[in-house]
């Protein structure tokens, strides 16, 4: 891909974001999904970009446009992403803001399947998806050196991340409080806790953008050293 060259505090350096939701496919014409309008990873690649970064953003299906100046890799499904996630390696930071659906059928019907016109159910066997923010958390050679997750709670928002946060080797999470009187899905606004390892940051209830823009500037901060 072609990069114009940029000013900004994170001129020369590489991020990679991930975003959306996940498809798996039940059969050609069916498949299993998270909600995700991929609101939020479009506006962190989009501020990571504005902060002079080189950005490719590999997205889950969504319906809204690509930002402006970002390499964007389109996927359908969770191996796929980490497939393509793992093709941007080597990067200076990785932001994973996809809603990855965990379980995929295991094995996919290749045509569609029919009612026989007796009522009898299918049933679906799921499998576990990769994880793609561990594999890159934990990755061996090519772990990038700042690495953030998400996290969409309920209840116990914060100590959730925390347990995230050592299971996938993620130097962040940003929890965000998914209960339904938020109003966070599909809507503007988000309300964040940036959960570290040591610290915990609750900002102000804000709109997604400037939570993408508040996040790339720790991310800038964090990577000038
Ligand atoms: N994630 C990922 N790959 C997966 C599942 C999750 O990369 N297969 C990432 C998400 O992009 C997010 C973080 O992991 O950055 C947390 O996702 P979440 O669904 O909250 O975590 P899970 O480990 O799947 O736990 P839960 O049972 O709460 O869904
Ligand atoms: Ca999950």
């Known amino acids: 891909a072609f990069f114009a060259e940029t000013a900004g505090p994170l001129a020369g350096k590489k991020a990679l974001v991930t975003s959306g939701p996940t ?12 909600r995700s309008s991929g609101k939020q990873g479009h506006a962190i690649a989009a501020a990571l970009r504005r902060l002079g970064a080189e950005v490719t953003l590999v997205s ?12 964007v890799v ?3 499904s969770a191996r796929e992403m980490l497939e393509a996630s793992l093709a941007c390696l080597p990067v200076d930071v990785a932001v994973m803001a996809a809603a990855v659906a965990d379980w995929r059928v ?3 019907a ?19 998806n990769p994880d793609i923010l561990a594999t890159i958390g934990h990755h061996e050679t090519l772990r990038p050196s700042l690495v953030i997750g998400f996290a969409a709670e309920t209840g116990n928002v914060i100590s959730y991340a925390k347990d995230k946060l050592g299971r ?7 929890a965000n409080d998914v209960s339904p009187e938020s109003g966070v899905f599909g809507g503007d606004a988000n309300t964040v806790h940036l ?3 040591d610290a915990v940051e609750d900002w102000p209830t804000m709109t997604k953008d400037e ?3 508040r996040l790339a500037s720790v991310i800038a901060a964090r990577l000038d050293t």
């Open 168 to 174: 996938k080797g993620a130097d962040f999470i940003c």
């Open 60 to 71: 889950g299906p969504v319906t809204i446009v690509d930002p402006a100046g970002v390499n």
């Open 23 to 34: 498809h798996e496919p039940i059969d050609p014409v069916r498949y299993i999904a998270n």
């Open 195 to 197: 959960v570290g390892k």
């Open 110 to 128: 290749g045509t569609k399947m029919k009612k026989d016109g007796s009522g009898k159910l299918p049933s679906l066997s799921l499998t576990e």
């Open 106 to 108: 295991a094995d996919a």
């Open 74 to 76: 389109k996927v359908e």
């Open 211 to 213: 939570v993408a823009a």
